[in-house]
């Protein structure tokens, strides 16, 4: 059967995904799933709290991949219009939801962001409201469409620390997972 | 000053700010592809505002539903703006409206007051 689509349904459902988005990202996608997603929330019934936190984790990591997945489909280069290319998936785990994130990110950029995640994950609550506090007031650098806020509020609204891989790819570019957990 | 009148979209807060009522409402949902960008005319409106603003009572109302992070530092730059005009003697108030049951937003509101010390900053739950 084509893409062997049952296939695909069997393992989705196998790993409690509720929730599966796979491809180029523009803001009128997330606009778009936003409102999905909050839909498929309510039906959840998971709570006003738990489903506020799994939308902003959601919103997090899909404008994350839009300002900085190394994927770009080319051709749209104005900066405000481009599309960029990755993967969202949300599903049950125990008595909550896992949000994760993938896109492709250079060789060049990986231990930054390692340095960032792991000072991140080395945070309690309170030592990652105060970092989130500090940082909102402090100026961006021009080049950047975010605020360098977006990994500080997923692991505030996460309830383990952020888990995160870099998986190679070729010599300059590997795939990026972020995980995060929220429990009910 | 001519009144700036944005109308809301699905990750847009409509923006209402009116010189002649001394009012700033801002109402809705906001997380903008580029939050910077998004709020630039508001910003550009508000420090012109500011600079003819007297003694008289100004408001800042925000209603948000949901708001992404670079939105918060943009509200940030906002609320330090309103402070620094009411540390010059100016009488300014901000009103932070939420929804009783989104926790998110209450929550959210708490934690721009704690940062603020002599702008009031107010929660009202509707």
């Known amino acids: ?184 | 000053m001519q009144a700036l009148s944005i109308a809301n979209t699905q990750s847009t807060p409509s923006i209402y700010f009116d010189q002649a009522a001394n009012v700033m409402i801002m109402k809705g949902e906001s997380f903008p592809e580029n939050a910077a960008k998004f709020y630039a005319p508001a910003m550009e409106w508000l420090q012109e505002y500011l600079s003819t603003l007297g003694t008289e009572k100004a408001v800042m109302q925000f209603e948000i539903i949901y708001f992404n992070s670079s939105t918060s530092k943009i509200f940030m730059t906002i609320l330090d703006m309103l402070q620094a005009e009411v540390e010059k003697g100016k009488n300014i108030s901000v009103l932070w409206l939420c929804d009783a049951e989104n926790e998110t937003a209450i929550e959210c509101g708490e934690e721009f007051k704690e940062d603020l010390n002599c702008l009031s900053f107010e929660i009202v739950l509707v």
Do not use: W
């Open chain 1, 1 to 184: 059967m084509e893409l062997e689509l049952y296939d695909f349904y069997q393992q989705a459902k196998g790993k409690n995904i509720i929730f599966y988005y796979c491809g180029p990202i523009a803001h009128a996608s997330i606009e778009g799933v936003a409102q999905t997603l909050r839909k498929n929330l309510e039906y959840e019934e998971a709570g006003n709290l738990t489903a506020q936190s799994v939308f902003s984790v959601f919103t997090e990591q899909m404008q994350n991949i839009l300002n900085y997945s190394a994927e770009r489909i080319p051709k749209t280069e104005a900066a405000d219009n481009e599309l960029r290319v990755g993967v969202v998936v949300i599903g049950h785990e125990k008595n909550g939801y896992f949000i994760l994130c993938g896109n492709k990110v250079c060789n060049d950029d990986i231990s930054g962001l390692k340095d960032k995640l792991e000072l991140i994950r080395g945070m309690n609550k309170e030592e990652l409201k105060a970092l989130y506090k500090e940082r909102r007031r402090m100026d961006s650098a021009p080049e950047s469409k975010g605020a360098g806020l977006g990994l500080i509020e997923m692991a505030r609204k996460g309830t383990e620390p952020i888990e995160y891989s870099f998986l190679p790819i070729d010599g300059e570019h590997s795939f990026f997972t972020i995980r995060v957990v929220v429990g009910r």
